[in-house]
């Protein structure tokens, strides 16, 4: 009877020193919870596929801004613009930055959170979302920089018309204005 005594006593020990060592879900997620996330996000291997599936955008984007000036610029400018832009998007330190990301992310979610989140990521639909992810970013740079490239334009404009009424009510004469992106 005493060693059946001993073994519920015990039991109930480890079962209510398991329980006790759980955290309930609305508790801080920890840097560990987070670090789990960002794994099963696959986090630098997205950051990787991302910058590949960017830089064609951005070469586009280099070739078209340089093109009105291309006889002024050498043979290779292009080629060498494209050549720094990769290098800067794959020497930067992104590994670095996932990392200074960690308390972000734990002033916003719970443990039930992240647990969440990383049931969904961990599920087939949820991997299939992070497999199609780069490469609908990289559609919808394509659809957005025409739309960026036009609303800047339109901003350059009315900063450009500002600066010149304010000189024309200073009474100073304002320089030639720069002419704004057809696009």
Do not use: C
Not at 158 to 174: I, N, R, T, W
Request: charged share 25%; hydrophobic share 45%.
């Amino acid at each position: 009877m005493k060693r059946f005594l001993l073994a519920v006593i015990l039991g109930l020990a480890f079962a209510s020193g398991g329980a006790a060592q759980q955290a309930p879900a609305d508790a801080p997620a920890t840097k560990e919870d987070i670090q789990r996330y960002m794994e099963v996000m696959h986090s630098r291997e997205m950051i990787d596929r991302m910058m590949d599936a960017m830089a064609k955008p951005m070469h586009q984007m280099i070739h078209e801004q340089y093109l009105k000036d291309k006889d002024k610029l050498p043979a290779d400018f292009e080629a060498r613009m494209n050549k720094l832009t990769d290098d800067m998007l794959k020497g930067f330190p992104w590994d670095d930055l996932l990392q200074s990301l960690v308390p972000v992310f734990q002033k916003h979610l719970t443990k039930g959170d992240v647990n969440a989140v990383v049931a969904f990521y961990s599920a087939p639909t949820g991997q299939k979302l992070l497999k199609e992810m780069p490469a609908m970013m990289s559609e919808e740079m394509e659809v957005m920089m025409p739309l960026l490239q036009k609303q800047m334009a339109r901003v350059t404009e009315l900063a450009q018309q500002q600066v010149a009424e304010m000189l024309k009510d200073s009474g100073a004469k304002p320089e030639a204005k720069p002419q704004a992106s057809p696009n």
